[in-house]
């Protein structure tokens, strides 16, 4: 056209062309899938240890490790910061967060209040698939606390949380509890006699298929009241300050 004007039927018809929007859904699908891989990379490395408290991440190097371009590692940084794995000290300067007391207290607050709840409803509404679902994690728990490797032992533990919350069945409750996902992996790491755990969740579970759901809850409340003065002891090295 003149003046090299755009043909609006033409730019229509390509906005609605299914290839064209075929093309940028596997586009922006493979984006989200790269941000995922570099997040949860860097979020295992930050559990673990491999990358400790004062650390400085570098777009360009972590982008370098795991293949990619600096946009997914951007996004990725995002998420983590958001989950309060990582803070900005200036806006090109972002370091691995130092989980302090009062984080820990926090959490262990919000896990009091959310976990209590999900044990009781998961009791209410499981089905007899489902417990049999949560024993097979018990047992995979059981046997990552014999194998003694903290990470291998976090992420049975945390899987076998998980299925709780999933049991529940409650989206809100579901959703809030999977944003402290990360934060429960790196606290179930820090455990330094990880027997009595698997203890307290065969316990849990016990509860949970005997329909007991008043003894479920209390158990989990016992559970995360012990684990905060476990985890405040070997974190701070002193008894906690809340009951």
């Not at 130092?98 to 207290?105: A, C, F, G, I, P």
Request: proline share 5%.
């Amino acid at each position: 056209m003149p003046g090299g004007l755009v043909n609006p039927k033409k730019t229509a018809a390509a906005g609605t062309d299914p290839a064209a929007q075929q093309s940028a859904s596997t586009s922006a699908t493979g984006s989200m899938w790269l941000r995922d891989q570099v997040c949860e990379g860097l979020r295992d490395r930050i559990i673990t240890g491999r990358l400790r408290p004062g650390d400085r991440l570098m777009e360009r190097e972590v982008a370098d490790e795991f293949g990619v371009s600096r946009v997914p590692v951007r996004e990725a940084i995002r998420i983590l910061l958001s989950e309060g794995f990582l803070q900005a000290l200036s806006p090109r300067r972002i370091v691995v967060r130092s989980m302090t007391r009062e984080d820990v207290e926090n959490l262990f607050d919000m896990r009091e209040a959310l976990e209590v709840l999900a044990a009781r409803r998961a009791t209410e509404r499981a089905t007899a698939g489902q417990l049999q679902h949560l024993a097979k994690l018990l047992q995979a728990a059981r046997r990552a606390t014999m194998s003694g490797t903290p990470e291998r032992i976090s992420r049975a533990n945390t899987a076998f949380h998980h299925q709780i919350m999933e049991l529940a069945g409650n989206d809100l409750l579901s959703t809030t509890l999977g944003s402290l996902e990360g934060r429960l992996r790196w606290l179930f790491q820090q455990i330094d006699d990880p027997h009595p755990l698997w203890d307290d969740h065969r316990g849990l579970y016990e509860a949970i298929a005997a329909g007991d759901a008043e003894r479920a809850a209390d158990l989990s409340l016992r559970h995360i009241q012990h684990y905060r003065k476990v985890a405040l002891r070997v974190l701070f090295e002193e008894p906690p300050s809340r009951p």
